[in-house]
């Protein structure tokens, strides 16, 4: 198999509101650093990396959003057939905590109904100066039916594993039949051919089992 191979491509999110850090995570996330001189991102940036589960390569497609109002309209174009969002928020500043809200809605307005959703609380690195405690950004998520964890992209604490539980759990929904890579707009796509015809395989075995009950 070569290098950049991959059995499922995964379309994944990046929002929240300017100044939480979602273009740092991400840049971590890629090159295992932190990026400094960091400025507020302008429209998209896109980023990609093959990561492995279990016995599947897995290539995340990574779509960081502006998170300033003038570029919300431009922004949300691009949340149209994602398979995982991370809205992710400032824990040492309260205004980005409340606008996970608006962020929520719009992505689950406009993404695949069977979106997974991780809220991210970022800089955990400054616990002083602390304005959103873990506590209550958890029990917000439970409400909210997400996944929640806390991050650090300035020592990595986190990164990967808010990417790798954002990828298993579409895998899960993809195992499940919840997720169907061959439909339009679910945010996932089949990168082996010969994945493909085994998952296609499957499915007719399945189909004819159940013909017979």
Not at 28 to 45: A, C, P, R, W, Y
Not at 83 to 98: K, M, Q, S, W
Not at 189 to 199: E, K
């Amino acid at each position: 198999m070569l290098a950049d191979a991959y059995d499922f491509l995964l379309k994944l999110l990046l929002v929240g509101d300017s100044g939480a850090g979602k273009s740092c995570l991400l840049y971590h996330f890629l090159e295992n650093q932190f990026k400094k001189d960091s400025v507020n991102t302008i429209g998209m940036e896109f980023g990609t990396r093959i990561i492995h589960i279990a016995d599947k390569s897995i290539k995340l497609q990574i779509w960081d959003t502006a998170g300033q109002e003038r570029f919300r309209s431009l922004t949300k174009s691009y949340f149209r057939g994602a398979a995982g969002a991370l809205v992710v928020y400032d824990i040492c500043n309260r205004e980005t905590f409340l606008g996970v809200r608006s962020w929520l809605t719009d992505v689950r307005a406009l993404a695949n109904p069977e979106l997974v959703i991780i809220l991210v609380g970022n800089k955990n690195d400054k616990g002083d100066e602390r304005e959103v405690s873990y506590l209550e950004a958890s029990k917000f998520a439970q409400e909210h039916e997400m996944m929640f964890l806390e991050a650090s992209a300035l020592n990595g604490d986190g990164v990967e594993d808010m990417f790798f539980k954002s990828a298993r759990s579409i895998l899960s929904k993809i195992e499940t039949g919840q997720i169907d890579p061959e439909r339009s707009g679910s945010g996932v796509q089949f990168g082996d051919s010969s994945l493909r015809r085994m998952t296609q395989r499957t499915r007719t075995r399945k189909k004819e089992r159940s013909c017979c009950f």
